[in-house]
């Protein structure tokens, strides 16, 4: 069987599409009845397959978003037939995905679908998003959660498939070793004690302002000596996020640090008393999984995928409520026995979550999507 696979709108690997595209290619089986080739822009011909020998196709389209989905409009298809492929995974269905499929196509979704359609205003894509996902021989949902936001949108429920993320233990995991006044990350030198948010200012539903609130309230009860950070690009929340920060009681102690390299963020983590999670609109909620990885307690809101991913690992608040975040800040510091709790539950529940197995079940969902021909007319 020979697998294409998509890599137009994973954004030079730079999102988070493209760190599960580069997760999950870096994963691949390349012995056995499966073949794979990476297509797209001769500029990905290194990105997602460095450390692997996976053949890949140039495309000729020009290096942008318009461009590209004209091409998986008019030209995808006749595209996929010479290069004969018997099925072809798309991980970037909200930005590129074809509206009818000549060859069976698995569609993976890592976002809240209706989410992103409210948030684009675009008709076209919307059209486009919606009639993809109803044409695609198959769905892969990373989330249950992300599954019922798929029945809503009127996907059949026989064609979704959950197959949860992995996540890089071999950057994740407890790092004994650590400075214990301050955590060196080039060019940030951070004091701590101090709580990680690791999320990007983009938008309300990612809560930082509660969390400031939430923050300045613990240090008003404890007096702790605690900081809060908070790494992520700016996005639309950004100004609201430094208002809030600026104009806090505990400004002080409040550190942005703006965009922060993914593979830096096990040593931030590794170095924090705990992750505190409270964005409400998460589809996979990997971070959480990443923070129990390296050996941190985790707490996090009781909405989206959260639950679902954090499992008894976790402890949970309501992220409107910010008594209740306050509070949850508190018990994961001074109550030991729940932090040990914690902590541990939390690194055996993280080690049930590897790219190797999200590979393995992403390949038997491919392999059952190949069905005769006449089945997918």
Not at 147 to 169: A, F, M, P, S, Y
Request: glycine share 6%; net charge neutral.
């Amino acid at each position: 069987m020979k697998v294409g696979i998509d890599t137009f709108g994973c954004d030079h690997g730079r999102s988070g599409i493209g760190l599960y595209l580069h997760s999950f290619a870096a994963n691949l089986p390349l012995t056995g009845d499966v073949n794979f080739e990476l297509f797209g822009s001769e500029i990905d011909r290194y990105t997602y397959n460095s450390a692997r020998e996976i053949p890949f196709k140039t495309v000729s389209v020009p290096d942008s978003l318009g461009a590209e989905r004209l091409w998986h409009f008019f030209s995808l298809n006749k595209f996929v037939k010479s290069r004969k492929y018997d099925v072809v995974l798309y991980p970037a269905i909200e930005r590129v995905l074809p509206i009818s499929f000549k060859t069976p196509g698995v569609a993976v979704v890592n976002s809240i679908v209706s989410n992103a359609l409210h948030e684009a205003d675009d008709w076209a894509l919307s059209v486009q998003i919606k009639r993809g996902l109803k044409k695609a021989q198959k769905v892969i949902a990373a989330s249950q959660f992300l599954r019922k936001d798929l029945l809503r949108l009127g996907i059949c429920e026989d064609k979704i498939e959950i197959v949860h993320n992995g996540i890089e233990h071999r950057l994740f995991f407890p790092q004994l070793h650590i400075d214990s006044e301050t955590v060196n990350i080039k060019p940030f030198a951070i004091k701590r004690p101090y709580f990680i948010y690791g999320s990007r200012l983009a938008g309300p539903e990612k809560k930082h302002v509660e969390l400031i609130k939430a923050f300045s309230l613990f240090k008003e009860r404890t007096k702790l000596p605690h900081r809060l950070v908070i790494a992520g690009a700016d996005g639309p929340a950004t100004e609201a996020t430094r208002v809030a920060a600026g104009q806090a009681s505990s400004a002080s102690d409040i550190f942005l640090t703006g965009f922060f390299p993914h593979e830096s963020f096990p040593l931030l983590y590794a170095g924090a008393d705990a992750c505190i999670f409270p964005s409400v609109n998460e589809g996979v909620g990997l971070p959480i999984l990443e923070a129990m990885a390296t050996g941190i307690p985790v707490a996090c809101a009781k909405a989206g995928a959260l639950p679902e991913m954090g499992g008894e690992a976790a402890l949970y608040f309501d992220a409107d409520n910010i008594e209740e975040i306050a509070d949850c800040m508190e018990k994961i510091v001074a109550d030991t026995a729940l932090r040990e709790k914690k902590i541990a539950t939390g690194l055996r529940w993280a080690k049930r979550f590897t790219w190797e197995k999200t590979v393995s079940e992403t390949v038997e969902v491919i392999k059952k999507s190949v069905v005769p021909r006449s089945a997918t007319e």
